[in-house]
């Protein structure tokens, strides 16, 4: 079991910044691959990336490559979601989940929610126009 907290989300201007944060706790952090989902009123949720147990491989959704950074620091059993030129179709509620080491981005990216064992319970990001 792992537990998943995350931290990080408010209120920014279009174009603006955030970096939100998931602090993992229970069973060993690098013996899951990690991804940040996010969900908007009245959609699915949705994959936005993946990061491998080791940190050396990321995998995003097209709509966020090049604006938002995937990362973890095994050491302080965290990973990370840097999120810049943020615009208002980014609002939603993000979660941090865990998954199987063997679980890759791309699985993650094709399967959606049904690819991860845990999750946190979500932090909220708006994007104002």
């Known amino acids: 079991q792992v537990q998943l907290v995350e931290s990080g989300g408010g209120l920014v201007q279009a174009g603006g910044s955030l970096r939100l944060s998931c602090a993992a706790s229970g069973r060993t952090f690098p013996d899951y691959a990690m991804g940040w989902f996010r969900q908007a009123p009245g959609k699915e949720r949705e994959f936005v990336a993946a990061?491998?147990?080791?940190?050396?491989?990321?995998y995003y959704l097209d709509s966020v490559k090049g604006r938002f950074t995937i990362s973890r620091n095994n050491a302080k059993n965290t990973v990370y979601l840097q999120m810049n030129s943020l615009k208002p179709e980014d609002t939603a509620v993000y979660y941090c989940?865990?998954?199987?080491?063997?679980?890759?981005?791309?699985?993650?990216?094709?399967?959606?929610?049904?690819?991860?064992?845990?999750w946190g319970k979500g932090t909220l990001v708006t994007v104002s126009s």
């Open positions: 990061v491998s147990w080791s940190g050396g491989s990321t």
């Open positions: 989940a865990a998954a199987s080491v063997f679980t890759t981005g791309q699985t993650m990216a094709a399967r959606g929610p049904a690819a991860m064992d845990y």
